[in-house]
């Protein structure tokens, strides 16, 4: 079962993985998205946990947008 979870910025945290969250995301700029976690979350492992602010902080956020890599894996579907 997915739980669904609102935010107000792209998030991937290492806190939600496993969890089974859609997380619905309207940014400040206004976007709205939908999007799996775990799913985007292991599409792009390695991309996240290559970025310092994944392994310094253990998460990577965005609050305009969804970066370009995740809009374009969410479009092929």
Known sequence: MKN???KKRFVISKSMVGKGNVVEVVTRTGN???Y???QIFNLFKDKFEAMP???KYGNYT???NLPKFVRE???KK
Do not use: P, Q
């Open 4 to 6: 669904s979870v609102s």
């Open 32 to 34: 709205s998205f939908k």
């Open 36 to 38: 799996d976690h775990d």
């Open 53 to 55: 602010c994944f392994e």
């Open 62 to 64: 965005n609050s305009d």
């Open 73 to 75: 894996a969410l479009t």
